[in-house]
Nanobody
Framework: QVRLVESGGGLVQAGGSLRLSCAASGIFFSIAAMEWYRQAPGKQREWVAVITSGLSPNYMDSVKGRFTVSRDNAKNTVYLQMNSLKPEDTAVYYC?????????WGQGTQVTVSS
């Protein structure tokens, strides 16, 4: 059974930091491209960042220089370090695992940034 479990969300003031984690089980983690998405109230889900199996990261423009995605294949976990948070970063953050045969979603973790 595939499970992706996000954690690390919470309430933080603007300018603060949070680190999200996504622990995966039931998948061949090391070959998965691991992505982060977010969905703000009333908005569509949007892509935030990716780290490939080859450890290449990429980011949406609005988070470049503030967010860092990383992974630990020994722990089957992907991280999203979020610094200099802004109120517009408020959203539910989801991790996503992309594999040759399909993709899987976590349940999401809420991030709220107060001004």
């Amino acid at each position: 059974q595939v499970r992706l479990v996000e954690s690390g969300g919470g309430l933080v003031q603007a300018g603060g930091s949070l680190r999200l984690s996504c622990a995966a089980s039931g998948i061949f983690f090391s070959i998965a491209a691991m992505e982060w998405y977010r969905q703000a109230p009333g908005k569509q889900r949007e892509w935030v960042a990716v780290i490939t199996s080859g450890l290449s990261p990429n980011y949406m423009d609005s988070v470049k220089g503030r967010f860092t995605v990383s992974r630990d294949n020994a722990k089957n976990t992907v991280y999203l370090q979020m610094n200099s948070l802004k109120p517009e970063d408020t959203a539910v953050y989801y991790c996503n695992a992309k594999l040759p045969h399909g993709m899987y979603w976590g349940q999401g973790t809420q991030v709220t940034v107060s001004s």
